[in-house]
């Protein structure tokens, strides 16, 4: 345990290198899974202090700042020489909880909340999710699954529900790539796969003849661009249009969501969006 804090709460040095404290960061997985399920920084700060959770050797007293750094610090998704503690999942869900506590989103959430809800369904079965709104629930709305046979259920506040919405948005304004359909072996027919197939037989020959190459190269290529789906591929090029046309904005753009968004997915621990041109895109890479 430091007896002053020079480098942030969850690390430590050993042998002139910057390492993950284990405790520490058990701490501040706990921290951020309170956040997100509802707890304030004040909330925290006092059941941190309540337990003696030892903030440096010195000092057990935790207040709203400190663990406010503690949910800001991007350092905790792996950062230079700081290894990663919290996984991206997590941050960005603290990041939207703290967005809709501070009520940054469209200046008319209820035009954002109508365009969202007719688009909302569940991720599990693909039915639509009915809204229900009441004080006791933690995030003072709960979503539930049409499906009876399905049931599932997710607290998310309004506020909350469009900003995640609208971070899933600002990533396709900042990568179109995300819109673009691939068309991975699985889906070639066998036609495909069998000039695929010459090709890695004629590179492991031994005796490699260029032009037969760029032959058999150029047939492939032939091959998959007849496999594209003409109206997939006009639509793409039609999202990325009214994309481009969109002022940057960090905040909920109903005119791109309208030309971007068929459905948007939701269920607990996850929101993903899928788009005109049948592409899912959740929010953080990988996804």
């Known amino acids: ?8 709460y969850g690390y430590t040095m050993k042998d002139g290198r910057v390492i993950i404290d284990d405790a520490e960061a058990e701490v501040i997985r706990g921290i951020y899974e309170q956040y ?13 202090t309540e337990m003696g959770v030892p903030y440096s050797e010195k000092c057990t007293a935790w207040g709203k700042a400190r663990v406010a750094r503690i949910i800001d ?6 950062n230079g020489e700081y290894g990663r503690i919290v996984d991206e999942k997590l941050f960005y869900r603290a990041e939207a909880v703290k967005a809709s506590r501070q009520s940054f989103v469209s200046p008319d959430l209820n035009d954002a909340m109508l365009l969202i809800r007719k688009r909302l ?6 039915s639509r999710m009915s809204r229900k709104a009441n004080r006791r629930f933690v995030y003072g709305v709960e979503w539930t699954c049409a499906n009876p046979e399905c049931g599932a259920k997710v607290g998310i506040s309004d506020e909350e529900l469009v900003w995640r919405v609208a971070c899933i948005l600002r990533r396709i304004r900042k990568d179109l790539s995300l819109l673009d359909n691939s068309i991975t072996e699985k889906e070639d027919d066998l036609r495909c796969k069998e000039s695929r197939a010459r090709f890695r037989a004629e590179l492991e020959s031994g005796t490699v003849d260029e032009d037969k190459l760029f032959g058999m190269i ?3 290529a ?16 039609e999202i990325k249009s009214a994309v481009r046309q969109t002022d940057e904005d960090d905040g909920f753009d109903s005119e791109l969501f309208e030309a971007v968004v068929s459905r948007v997915l939701i269920l607990n621990g996850g929101l993903e969006i899928i ?4 592409i899912h895109i959740g929010e953080t890479d990988g996804s």
């Open 121 to 126: 369904r569940c991720a599990r079965c693909g």
């Open 218 to 220: 150029t047939e492939i």
């Open 222 to 237: 032939q091959e998959r661009y007849e496999k594209l789906d003409s109206t997939i591929f006009r639509k793409t090029v």
């Open 275 to 278: 788009t005109k041109n049948n």
């Open 73 to 78: 610090n991007t350092k905790y998704l792996g």
């Open 36 to 48: 997100v399920s509802g707890s304030t920084l004040a909330e925290i700060a006092e059941k941190m």
């Open 1 to 8: 345990m430091k007896k002053n804090r020079f480098i942030p």
